[in-house]
Nanobody
Framework: QVQLVESGGGLVQAGDSLRLSCAASGRTFSIHAMSWFRQAPGKEQEFVAGISSTGGRSSYTDSVKGRFTISRDNAKNTVYLQMNSLKPEDTAVYYC?????????????????WGQGTQVTVSS
């Protein structure tokens, strides 16, 4: 099994930055692509960003392009989400997800492992 633990969330003001981390443990050799999803109150969960196993490929939802950067350190089994120029509409619970496939998939149902989530709140 694989365990994912997110950290780094918090309450910030619009325009501020945060860096989320997702540390993987367990059978980490089985993990390939990793992604971040988010879910705001009353809304469906949405794909935010994903990264391939080597970090050579990444993908972002349009609303965060140019503001968020996903990266990973395979030596530390950790994926990061650097979030800059945060907006109130970025407020959500952010989830880390991992898959046994080396494909960046935007459908949450296709992911094999999930973290418990970390709250990000951006005040105006």
């Amino acid at each position: 099994q694989v365990q994912l633990v997110e950290s780094g969330g918090g309450l910030v003001q619009a325009g501020d930055s945060l860096r989320l981390s997702c540390a993987a443990s367990g059978r980490t050799f089985s993990i390939h692509a990793m992604s971040w999803f988010r879910q705001a109150p009353g809304k469906e969960q949405e794909f935010v960003a994903g990264i391939s196993s080597t970090g050579g490929r990444s993908s972002y939802t349009d609303s965060v392009k140019g503001r968020f950067t996903i990266s990973r350190d395979n030596a530390k089994n950790t994926v990061y989400l650097q979030m800059n120029s945060l907006k109130p509409e970025d407020t959500a619970v952010y989830y880390c997800a991992a898959t046994n496939e080396d494909l960046i998939m935007k459908r949450s149902i296709l992911y094999d492992y999930w973290g418990q989530g970390t709250q990000v709140t951006v005040s105006s």
